[in-house]
Structure formats: C-alpha cells, structure tokens
C-alpha cells in the first residue's frame, strides 16, 4: 500500500512537471509569435515609409521646377514648394498628440496584446 501511494505522488508530480514545461512552452511560443508579428509590421511600415518619401521627393521637385516655371525663377518654385511643407509641419506638430500618437499607441497596443 505504502508502494502504490509513492507511485500516485510520482505520477502526479510526473504531471505538474509536464504541466509547467508546456506552459512555459507555450508562453515562450506565443512571445515569439508577438514579436515576429510586431516585426514584420514594422518592416513593412518602414519599406512603406521609405517608397513613400521617393514619391513625395521625386513629385516635390516636380512641383517646384513646375511652380519655377511659372514664377520665371527656379529657386521661387523651391521657396514655394518649402513654404507648402512648413505650413503642413505646423499643421502635424498641432494635431499629432490626438490624431496620430494616440492612434499608433493603441495599434502598438493591440499587436502587443493580441490573442
């Protein structure tokens, strides 16, 4: 009898060992799933970002060699296209508090905490 119980405690000790090995399997497995799916979002944002800047350069002197013409002088369709980005930058740094930086958190948020 006294036989049997030290097999009953193996057994269920044999258990909670295999337990918490997968658990902690598991948590291992889904931290490295999050961070592969941050990851890649993160690439892509940044290959988005980068093609994203050609496209703004390349139609930016566009509009500025454009605007020369018209102005008759090169360096005025440059000062214009300048003065256009300004009052944008200005337009972003008033309402990037509410409509971008909280937004990104949250999306940083969620990807984190995704299930």
């Avoid at 119980?5 to 000790?13: L, R, W, Y």
């Avoid at 993160?42 to 509009?63: K, P, Q, T, W």
């Avoid at 296209?81 to 300004?86: K, R, S």
């Amino acid at each position: 009898m006294n036989n049997s119980n030290a097999q009953g405690e193996e057994s269920i000790f044999s258990k909670i060992t295999n337990y918490v090995t997968n658990y902690i399997e598991l948590k291992k497995l889904s931290a490295i799933e999050k961070l592969v799916l941050i990851s890649s979002s993160v690439i892509v944002g940044i290959l988005v970002a980068i093609v994203s800047l050609m496209v703004l350069f390349f139609m930016s002197v566009g509009l500025a060699l454009y605007l020369g013409v018209i102005f008759g002088v090169y360096y005025l369709g440059f000062l214009a296209v300048g003065g256009i980005y300004a009052v944008f930058l200005i337009f972003l740094i008033l309402i990037s508090k509410k409509h971008i930086h909280n937004p990104l958190t949250n999306l940083f948020i969620q990807k984190i905490f995704k299930k």
